[in-house]
Protein backbone atom coordinates (compact mmCIF):
# COMPACT_ATOMS: atom_id res chain seq x y z
CA UNK A 1 0.00 0.00 0.00
CA UNK A 2 2.62 2.56 0.99
CA UNK A 3 4.16 1.28 -1.77
CA UNK A 4 2.54 1.89 -4.58
CA UNK A 5 1.66 5.35 -3.43
CA UNK A 6 5.79 6.07 -3.08
CA UNK A 7 5.60 5.04 -6.59
CA UNK A 8 2.68 7.30 -7.42
CA UNK A 9 4.06 10.12 -6.69
CA UNK A 10 7.52 9.58 -7.95
CA UNK A 11 5.73 9.21 -11.63
CA UNK A 12 3.98 12.21 -10.80
CA UNK A 13 6.67 14.61 -9.93
CA UNK A 14 8.22 12.70 -13.90
CA UNK A 15 5.39 13.88 -15.13
CA UNK A 16 5.76 17.53 -13.56
CA UNK A 17 9.34 17.41 -14.74
CA UNK A 18 8.26 17.05 -17.97
CA UNK A 19 5.53 19.33 -18.40
CA UNK A 20 8.28 21.71 -17.05
CA UNK A 21 10.38 20.82 -20.42
CA UNK A 22 6.90 21.13 -22.43
CA UNK A 23 7.08 24.82 -21.19
CA UNK A 24 10.72 25.32 -21.69
CA UNK A 25 10.55 24.19 -25.44
CA UNK A 26 7.28 25.90 -26.13
CA UNK A 27 9.11 29.27 -24.73
CA UNK A 28 12.09 28.57 -27.32
CA UNK A 29 10.33 28.18 -30.19
CA UNK A 30 10.76 31.35 -32.54
CA UNK A 31 7.38 32.14 -32.70
CA UNK A 32 8.17 36.11 -33.42
CA UNK A 33 11.32 37.41 -33.21
CA UNK A 34 9.64 40.90 -32.99
CA UNK A 35 10.57 42.86 -29.52
CA UNK A 36 7.37 44.26 -27.57
CA UNK A 37 5.22 40.75 -27.32
CA UNK A 38 3.19 40.14 -24.20
CA UNK A 39 4.75 38.06 -21.80
CA UNK A 40 3.28 34.38 -21.01
CA UNK A 41 1.65 33.39 -17.68
CA UNK A 42 3.69 31.52 -15.32
CA UNK A 43 1.71 28.21 -15.91
CA UNK A 44 4.64 26.08 -13.75
CA UNK A 45 4.29 28.67 -10.64
CA UNK A 46 0.19 28.27 -10.46
CA UNK A 47 0.94 24.12 -10.93
CA UNK A 48 3.38 24.57 -8.42
CA UNK A 49 1.06 26.48 -5.90
CA UNK A 50 -1.82 24.30 -6.18
CA UNK A 51 -0.02 20.98 -5.53
CA UNK A 52 1.66 22.78 -2.25
CA UNK A 53 -2.10 22.88 -1.53
CA UNK A 54 -3.10 19.88 -1.98
CA UNK A 55 -0.10 17.32 -2.56
CA UNK A 56 2.67 18.67 -1.16
CA UNK A 57 4.67 15.59 -0.64
CA UNK A 58 4.38 15.53 -5.20
CA UNK A 59 6.53 19.13 -4.89
CA UNK A 60 9.23 18.39 -2.95
CA UNK A 61 11.63 22.02 -2.69
CA UNK A 62 14.54 20.43 -4.39
CA UNK A 63 12.22 19.65 -7.44
CA UNK A 64 11.04 23.16 -7.76
CA UNK A 65 14.03 24.19 -7.55
CA UNK A 66 15.32 22.07 -10.05
CA UNK A 67 12.85 23.36 -12.45
CA UNK A 68 12.80 26.94 -12.09
CA UNK A 69 16.64 26.74 -12.10
CA UNK A 70 16.17 25.02 -15.82
CA UNK A 71 13.79 28.16 -16.82
CA UNK A 72 16.42 30.33 -15.67
CA UNK A 73 19.15 28.89 -18.03
CA UNK A 74 16.81 28.46 -20.81
CA UNK A 75 14.70 32.50 -20.55
CA UNK A 76 18.13 33.57 -20.24
CA UNK A 77 17.87 35.21 -17.07
CA UNK A 78 20.04 35.64 -14.43
CA UNK A 79 21.08 32.68 -12.70
CA UNK A 80 19.28 31.81 -9.22
CA UNK A 81 17.78 34.80 -8.01
CA UNK A 82 14.26 33.76 -9.40
CA UNK A 83 14.62 30.34 -8.12
CA UNK A 84 15.57 31.41 -4.99
CA UNK A 85 12.45 33.45 -4.79
CA UNK A 86 9.81 30.97 -5.98
CA UNK A 87 11.61 29.04 -3.40
CA UNK A 88 11.20 31.19 -0.43
CA UNK A 89 7.60 32.00 -1.17
CA UNK A 90 6.20 28.43 -2.04
CA UNK A 91 8.43 27.49 1.30
CA UNK A 92 6.33 29.85 3.21
CA UNK A 93 2.92 28.84 1.38
CA UNK A 94 3.95 25.58 2.63
CA UNK A 95 4.42 26.33 5.87
CA UNK A 96 0.61 28.05 6.18
CA UNK A 97 -0.94 25.40 4.07
CA UNK A 98 -3.32 24.13 6.65
CA UNK A 99 -5.03 27.97 6.39
CA UNK A 100 -6.24 26.59 2.82
CA UNK A 101 -7.48 23.88 3.96
CA UNK A 102 -10.91 25.07 4.91
CA UNK A 103 -10.93 28.45 3.36
CA UNK A 104 -12.45 29.12 -0.24
CA UNK A 105 -11.21 29.50 -3.61
CA UNK A 106 -11.54 33.19 -3.66
CA UNK A 107 -9.58 33.23 -0.74
CA UNK A 108 -7.07 30.98 -1.99
CA UNK A 109 -6.95 33.02 -5.40
CA UNK A 110 -5.85 36.21 -3.67
CA UNK A 111 -3.16 34.41 -1.71
CA UNK A 112 -1.24 33.03 -4.51
CA UNK A 113 -1.85 36.86 -6.78
CA UNK A 114 -0.32 38.29 -3.14
CA UNK A 115 2.89 35.50 -3.24
CA UNK A 116 3.32 35.94 -6.53
CA UNK A 117 3.53 39.46 -7.06
CA UNK A 118 5.90 39.36 -3.38
CA UNK A 119 8.51 36.53 -5.28
CA UNK A 120 8.33 39.31 -8.08
CA UNK A 121 8.87 42.44 -6.16
CA UNK A 122 11.62 40.15 -4.26
CA UNK A 123 13.35 39.31 -7.44
CA UNK A 124 12.89 42.92 -8.76
CA UNK A 125 14.37 44.26 -5.94
CA UNK A 126 17.06 42.32 -5.13
CA UNK A 127 18.05 42.81 -8.96
CA UNK A 128 18.14 45.90 -8.55
CA UNK A 129 20.38 46.02 -5.74
CA UNK A 130 23.17 43.68 -7.14
CA UNK A 131 22.93 46.99 -10.22
CA UNK A 132 21.75 44.25 -12.76
CA UNK A 133 19.54 45.61 -15.07
CA UNK A 134 15.51 44.56 -14.23
CA UNK A 135 12.91 43.88 -16.81
CA UNK A 136 10.26 46.82 -17.51
CA UNK A 137 7.56 46.78 -14.93
CA UNK A 138 4.88 47.07 -17.45
CA UNK A 139 5.99 43.43 -19.17
CA UNK A 140 6.25 42.28 -15.48
CA UNK A 141 2.40 43.56 -14.77
CA UNK A 142 1.34 41.28 -17.59
CA UNK A 143 2.86 38.74 -16.62
CA UNK A 144 1.34 39.30 -13.12
CA UNK A 145 -1.96 39.56 -14.72
CA UNK A 146 -2.15 36.74 -16.38
CA UNK A 147 -0.87 34.63 -14.51
CA UNK A 148 -3.78 35.64 -11.99
CA UNK A 149 -5.97 35.02 -14.58
CA UNK A 150 -4.12 31.42 -15.42
CA UNK A 151 -4.68 30.17 -11.85
CA UNK A 152 -8.48 29.36 -11.90
CA UNK A 153 -8.36 27.76 -15.42
CA UNK A 154 -5.26 25.57 -14.10
CA UNK A 155 -6.98 24.65 -11.11
CA UNK A 156 -10.08 23.61 -12.55
CA UNK A 157 -7.98 21.46 -15.01
CA UNK A 158 -6.01 19.94 -12.46
CA UNK A 159 -9.04 19.11 -9.84
CA UNK A 160 -11.47 17.92 -12.68
CA UNK A 161 -9.61 16.34 -15.49
CA UNK A 162 -6.68 15.47 -13.50
CA UNK A 163 -8.79 14.86 -10.40
CA UNK A 164 -6.29 16.27 -7.69
CA UNK A 165 -7.99 17.46 -4.38
CA UNK A 166 -7.41 18.53 -0.99
CA UNK A 167 -8.38 15.85 1.55
CA UNK A 168 -6.85 12.50 1.22
CA UNK A 169 -9.50 10.60 -0.93
CA UNK A 170 -8.74 7.68 -1.69
CA UNK A 171 -6.50 6.28 -4.68
CA UNK A 172 -5.59 8.22 -7.15
CA UNK A 173 -5.78 7.01 -11.27
CA UNK A 174 -2.00 6.74 -12.63
CA UNK A 175 -3.88 6.96 -16.05
CA UNK A 176 -5.55 10.47 -14.68
CA UNK A 177 -2.08 12.32 -14.25
CA UNK A 178 -0.92 11.89 -17.81
CA UNK A 179 -1.09 14.91 -19.75
CA UNK B 1 4.15 9.79 7.62
CA UNK B 2 2.01 8.70 10.22
CA UNK B 3 3.81 5.97 10.82
CA UNK B 4 6.79 8.28 12.04
CA UNK B 5 7.19 8.85 15.52
CA UNK B 6 7.29 12.48 16.63
CA UNK B 7 10.98 12.44 16.84
CA UNK B 8 11.68 11.26 13.48
CA UNK B 9 9.65 13.92 11.83
CA UNK B 10 11.43 16.29 14.18
CA UNK B 11 14.46 15.35 13.12
CA UNK B 12 13.42 14.90 9.38
CA UNK B 13 12.46 18.43 9.33
CA UNK B 14 16.01 19.86 10.89
CA UNK B 15 17.53 18.22 8.22
CA UNK B 16 15.33 19.42 5.72
CA UNK B 17 15.64 23.01 6.42
CA UNK B 18 19.80 22.85 6.81
CA UNK B 19 19.11 21.59 3.03
CA UNK B 20 16.73 24.14 2.34
CA UNK B 21 18.93 26.94 3.29
CA UNK B 22 21.84 25.20 1.76
CA UNK B 23 19.80 25.19 -1.65
CA UNK B 24 19.54 28.56 -1.20
CA UNK B 25 23.14 29.37 -0.04
CA UNK B 26 23.69 27.39 -3.61
CA UNK B 27 21.87 29.65 -5.76
CA UNK B 28 23.04 32.87 -3.55
CA UNK B 29 26.74 31.55 -5.38
CA UNK B 30 25.87 31.02 -8.83
CA UNK B 31 23.93 34.21 -8.66
CA UNK B 32 26.82 35.55 -7.76
CA UNK B 33 29.31 33.75 -10.35
CA UNK B 34 27.39 34.80 -12.64
CA UNK B 35 27.20 38.85 -11.45
CA UNK B 36 31.25 38.65 -11.02
CA UNK B 37 32.09 36.43 -14.01
CA UNK B 38 29.73 37.04 -16.53
CA UNK B 39 31.22 36.05 -19.80
CA UNK B 40 31.94 32.89 -18.49
CA UNK B 41 28.42 32.18 -16.97
CA UNK B 42 26.91 33.11 -20.23
CA UNK B 43 29.48 31.06 -22.08
CA UNK B 44 28.18 28.31 -19.68
CA UNK B 45 24.63 28.86 -20.72
CA UNK B 46 25.04 28.74 -23.87
CA UNK B 47 27.49 25.44 -23.86
CA UNK B 48 24.16 24.00 -21.76
CA UNK B 49 21.72 25.64 -24.56
CA UNK B 50 24.08 23.95 -26.94
CA UNK B 51 24.35 20.52 -25.90
CA UNK B 52 20.36 20.79 -25.43
CA UNK B 53 18.65 22.65 -28.56
CA UNK B 54 20.14 20.67 -31.77
CA UNK B 55 18.54 17.91 -29.90
CA UNK B 56 15.07 19.16 -30.03
CA UNK B 57 15.26 20.30 -33.85
CA UNK B 58 13.43 17.92 -34.84
CA UNK B 59 10.27 18.12 -32.66
CA UNK B 60 10.90 21.62 -33.03
CA UNK B 61 10.72 22.65 -36.49
CA UNK B 62 7.79 21.31 -37.25
CA UNK B 63 5.99 23.42 -35.11
CA UNK B 64 7.89 26.32 -36.22
CA UNK B 65 7.06 25.43 -39.94
CA UNK B 66 3.59 25.48 -38.69
CA UNK B 67 3.05 28.81 -37.32
CA UNK B 68 5.11 30.31 -40.62
CA UNK B 69 2.26 28.71 -42.79
CA UNK B 70 -0.02 30.18 -40.66
CA UNK B 71 1.22 33.39 -40.48
CA UNK B 72 1.91 33.46 -44.16
CA UNK B 73 -1.90 32.81 -44.71
CA UNK B 74 -2.90 35.33 -42.63
CA UNK B 75 -1.02 37.60 -45.19
CA UNK B 76 -3.27 36.28 -47.90
CA UNK B 77 -5.60 38.39 -46.51
CA UNK B 78 -4.28 41.57 -47.41
CA UNK B 79 -2.74 40.39 -50.35
CA UNK B 80 -3.97 43.17 -52.87
CA UNK B 81 -2.54 46.16 -50.64
CA UNK B 82 0.60 43.94 -50.79
CA UNK B 83 0.69 44.10 -54.68
CA UNK B 84 -0.12 47.81 -54.78
CA UNK B 85 2.90 48.42 -52.12
CA UNK B 86 5.07 45.93 -54.04
CA UNK B 87 4.62 47.89 -57.75
CA UNK B 88 5.38 51.08 -56.13
CA UNK B 89 8.02 50.11 -54.34
CA UNK B 90 9.31 48.77 -57.65
CA UNK B 91 8.85 51.89 -59.10
CA UNK B 92 11.49 53.79 -56.69
CA UNK B 93 13.38 51.03 -56.97
CA UNK B 94 14.18 51.06 -61.03
CA UNK B 95 14.93 54.65 -60.33
CA UNK B 96 17.14 54.11 -57.53
CA UNK B 97 18.52 51.53 -59.56
CA UNK B 98 19.58 53.59 -62.45
CA UNK B 99 20.93 56.24 -60.02
CA UNK B 100 23.65 53.26 -58.47
CA UNK B 101 25.00 52.16 -61.84
CA UNK B 102 25.33 55.35 -62.93
CA UNK B 103 26.99 56.03 -59.50
CA UNK B 104 29.14 52.61 -59.52
CA UNK B 105 30.23 53.70 -63.33
CA UNK B 106 31.43 57.15 -61.91
CA UNK B 107 32.67 55.45 -58.99
CA UNK B 108 35.01 53.13 -61.28
CA UNK B 109 36.18 55.46 -63.08
CA UNK B 110 37.44 57.73 -60.37
CA UNK B 111 38.68 55.27 -58.68
CA UNK B 112 40.59 54.07 -61.40
CA UNK B 113 41.95 57.80 -61.82
CA UNK B 114 43.35 57.42 -57.75
CA UNK B 115 44.83 53.86 -58.48
CA UNK B 116 43.08 53.02 -54.95
CA UNK B 117 43.52 49.58 -53.96
CA UNK B 118 40.16 48.49 -52.24
CA UNK B 119 39.53 46.42 -48.52
CA UNK B 120 38.67 42.55 -49.11
CA UNK B 121 35.25 42.17 -49.45
CA UNK B 122 33.42 41.29 -46.60
CA UNK B 123 32.56 37.22 -46.63
CA UNK B 124 29.08 35.90 -45.47
CA UNK B 125 28.28 32.37 -43.59
CA UNK B 126 24.43 31.86 -43.76
CA UNK B 127 22.83 29.95 -41.13
CA UNK B 128 18.89 29.38 -39.76
CA UNK B 129 16.98 30.16 -36.41
CA UNK B 130 16.87 27.53 -34.02
CA UNK B 131 15.38 29.27 -30.85
CA UNK B 132 14.65 32.62 -29.71
CA UNK B 133 15.44 33.49 -26.56
CA UNK B 134 12.33 32.02 -24.46
CA UNK B 135 11.71 34.95 -22.31
CA UNK B 136 9.82 38.64 -23.28
CA UNK B 137 12.45 40.87 -21.94
CA UNK B 138 15.18 39.64 -23.47
CA UNK B 139 16.04 40.07 -27.63
CA UNK B 140 17.86 37.39 -29.35
CA UNK B 141 18.26 34.05 -31.04
CA UNK B 142 20.30 31.00 -31.52
CA UNK B 143 21.38 30.14 -34.83
CA UNK B 144 22.58 26.67 -36.37
CA UNK B 145 26.35 28.22 -36.23
CA UNK B 146 29.08 27.60 -34.16
CA UNK B 147 32.62 27.35 -33.39
CA UNK B 148 33.03 23.90 -35.75
CA UNK B 149 31.92 26.81 -38.41
CA UNK B 150 34.52 29.17 -37.51
CA UNK B 151 32.37 31.56 -35.59
CA UNK B 152 33.58 34.34 -33.30
CA UNK B 153 32.37 36.08 -30.54
CA UNK B 154 31.60 40.07 -31.84
CA UNK B 155 30.97 39.02 -35.80
CA UNK B 156 28.00 41.15 -37.04
CA UNK B 157 24.52 39.46 -38.09
CA UNK B 158 22.36 40.38 -40.84
CA UNK B 159 19.37 39.40 -42.96
CA UNK B 160 19.69 40.18 -46.60
CA UNK B 161 19.69 44.01 -46.05
CA UNK B 162 20.61 45.31 -42.66
CA UNK B 163 21.88 44.69 -39.28
CA UNK B 164 20.21 42.25 -36.90
CA UNK B 165 22.37 42.49 -34.25
CA UNK B 166 25.84 40.70 -33.41
CA UNK B 167 27.10 37.60 -31.81
CA UNK B 168 27.45 37.13 -28.38
CA UNK B 169 28.35 33.50 -26.85
CA UNK B 170 29.51 30.53 -28.70
CA UNK B 171 28.82 27.17 -28.42
CA UNK B 172 30.40 24.03 -30.81
CA UNK B 173 27.49 23.92 -32.92
CA UNK B 174 25.13 27.10 -32.02
CA UNK B 175 25.43 30.50 -31.13
CA UNK B 176 23.55 33.41 -29.69
CA UNK B 177 22.77 36.70 -31.79
CA UNK B 178 21.97 39.29 -29.16
CA UNK B 179 19.88 41.55 -31.84
CA UNK B 180 19.98 45.44 -32.05
CA UNK B 181 16.42 45.18 -30.49
CA UNK B 182 17.76 43.97 -26.74
CA UNK B 183 18.48 46.39 -24.31
CA UNK B 184 22.14 44.92 -23.65
CA UNK B 185 22.95 46.03 -27.50
CA UNK B 186 25.14 48.90 -27.87
CA UNK B 187 26.27 49.93 -31.17
CA UNK B 188 28.57 52.95 -32.59
CA UNK B 189 27.04 54.16 -35.54
CA UNK B 190 27.40 57.35 -38.36
CA UNK B 191 24.47 58.70 -39.55
CA UNK B 192 24.21 59.75 -43.25
CA UNK B 193 24.82 62.77 -44.90
CA UNK B 194 25.94 64.74 -41.94
CA UNK B 195 28.72 62.07 -40.66
CA UNK B 196 27.55 62.44 -36.81
CA UNK B 197 28.31 60.01 -34.55
CA UNK B 198 25.93 58.10 -32.26
CA UNK B 199 25.24 55.45 -30.00
CA UNK B 200 22.48 53.39 -31.18
CA UNK B 201 20.85 51.46 -28.18
CA UNK B 202 18.29 48.55 -28.14
CA UNK B 203 15.50 49.14 -25.46
CA UNK B 204 12.87 46.33 -25.61
CA UNK B 205 11.38 47.96 -28.73
CA UNK B 206 11.21 48.13 -32.16
CA UNK B 207 12.80 50.90 -32.91
CA UNK B 208 16.23 50.97 -30.91
CA UNK B 209 16.72 54.51 -29.53
CA UNK B 210 19.84 57.08 -30.59
CA UNK B 211 21.99 58.44 -27.95
CA UNK B 212 24.81 60.79 -27.50
CA UNK B 213 24.18 62.32 -31.24
CA UNK B 214 27.17 65.23 -31.78
CA UNK B 215 24.76 67.97 -32.97
CA UNK B 216 20.84 66.46 -33.03
CA UNK B 217 20.18 69.83 -35.41
CA UNK B 218 21.69 68.37 -37.97
CA UNK B 219 19.69 65.29 -37.69
CA UNK B 220 16.76 64.35 -40.03
CA UNK B 221 14.17 61.77 -39.89
CA UNK B 222 15.02 59.66 -42.32
CA UNK B 223 18.87 60.13 -42.56
CA UNK B 224 20.39 57.00 -43.03
CA UNK B 225 21.89 54.72 -40.44
CA UNK B 226 24.97 52.66 -41.17
CA UNK B 227 27.28 51.04 -38.46
CA UNK B 228 30.63 53.30 -37.99
CA UNK B 229 33.10 50.56 -37.28
CA UNK B 230 34.17 52.76 -34.65
CA UNK B 231 35.81 50.31 -31.74
CA UNK B 232 36.76 47.45 -34.36
CA UNK B 233 33.76 44.85 -33.26
CA UNK B 234 31.74 45.27 -36.53
CA UNK B 235 33.07 46.21 -39.98
CA UNK B 236 32.14 50.13 -41.25
CA UNK B 237 29.36 51.21 -43.32
CA UNK B 238 26.88 48.16 -42.62
CA UNK B 239 23.17 49.27 -42.88
CA UNK B 240 21.07 49.77 -40.35
CA UNK B 241 18.19 51.79 -40.77
CA UNK B 242 16.59 55.36 -41.20
CA UNK B 243 15.88 57.74 -38.40
CA UNK B 244 12.46 58.60 -37.41
CA UNK B 245 11.68 60.96 -34.78
CA UNK B 246 9.15 59.76 -32.25
CA UNK B 247 6.86 62.01 -30.25
CA UNK B 248 9.02 61.98 -27.24
CA UNK B 249 11.39 63.92 -29.51
CA UNK B 250 13.95 61.46 -29.27
CA UNK B 251 15.53 60.15 -32.24
CA UNK B 252 15.10 56.24 -32.92
CA UNK B 253 16.07 54.25 -35.65
CA UNK B 254 13.77 52.30 -38.00
CA UNK B 255 15.35 49.71 -38.94
CA UNK B 256 16.11 47.79 -42.55
CA UNK B 257 16.44 44.19 -40.84
CA UNK B 258 12.79 42.75 -40.96
CA UNK B 259 12.46 40.98 -37.73
CA UNK B 260 8.93 39.76 -38.40
CA UNK B 261 10.01 36.57 -40.91
CA UNK B 262 13.72 36.10 -39.73
CA UNK B 263 14.53 32.26 -40.91
CA UNK B 264 17.70 32.36 -41.93
CA UNK B 265 20.86 35.29 -40.99
CA UNK B 266 23.41 35.81 -42.47
CA UNK B 267 26.96 36.20 -40.37
CA UNK B 268 29.56 38.57 -41.56
CA UNK B 269 33.21 36.98 -41.25
CA UNK B 270 35.17 39.85 -39.61
CA UNK B 271 38.53 40.34 -38.87
CA UNK B 272 39.44 43.93 -37.21
CA UNK B 273 42.59 45.24 -39.29
CA UNK B 274 45.95 45.34 -37.66
CA UNK B 275 46.75 48.51 -36.29
CA UNK B 276 49.66 50.28 -37.39
CA UNK B 277 52.60 50.50 -34.66
CA UNK B 278 55.72 51.29 -36.57
CA UNK B 279 54.84 54.91 -38.59
CA UNK B 280 58.32 55.51 -39.83
CA UNK B 281 58.53 52.03 -41.66
CA UNK B 282 55.78 52.87 -44.20
CA UNK B 283 57.42 55.09 -46.42
CA UNK B 284 60.78 55.26 -47.44
CA UNK B 285 64.50 54.74 -45.81
CA UNK B 286 64.67 53.93 -42.21
CA UNK B 287 65.31 57.71 -40.89
CA UNK B 288 68.08 58.65 -38.07
CA UNK B 289 66.75 58.39 -35.13
CA UNK B 290 66.98 62.14 -33.64
CA UNK B 291 64.46 62.47 -37.04
CA UNK B 292 61.76 60.34 -35.66
CA UNK B 293 59.05 61.97 -33.28
CA UNK B 294 58.29 59.65 -30.15
CA UNK B 295 54.92 60.04 -30.17
CA UNK B 296 53.93 59.86 -33.76
CA UNK B 297 50.51 58.17 -33.56
CA UNK B 298 48.48 56.87 -36.87
CA UNK B 299 45.18 55.80 -35.95
CA UNK B 300 44.38 52.55 -38.21
CA UNK B 301 40.81 53.77 -39.83
CA UNK B 302 39.02 50.81 -41.51
CA UNK B 303 36.34 50.69 -44.58
Redesign the interface.
Known sequence: MNDTKLNLNWLRQVVLVLFAFLI??Y??????????????PDIMFCVVCIFIIRRPEIVP??LI?LIY?AFD?????????W??CI??VT?VLRANRDAFRENLFPFEWITISMVFVLALCANQTFLAM?I??T??LF?LLWELIFTVIAYPIVLFIITYILRVRKPALGEFDIKGQKI | MAKKTGQDINFGRSI?QV??GL??FF??L??L???IDNPR?EQL?VS??DK??PN?EW??AP??RI?QIVDDFQSYGRIYEQNQELRRELQQMKAWREAAIQLEQEKARLLDLNNVKLPAKLSFISGV??????????????INLGENDGIKDGWAAMDGLGLLGRISGVGKNSSRVV?L????SNVPVTIKPSNQKAILT?D???LPVLEFIENTDLVQPGDRIVTSGDGGVFPADLLIGQAVLTSDKRFRVRLSAD??R?EFMRIVRHSPGLPITDPDRLIGPDLPEELVEPQTQIEGTEG
Open positions: IFQLIPFSLIPGELPAFWGFIFQSKPFGVTALIESVEPPI | RLFTLLFIFFWRARILVVMAMITSVLTDSGSPFRQSALFTDSNGNSLYSL
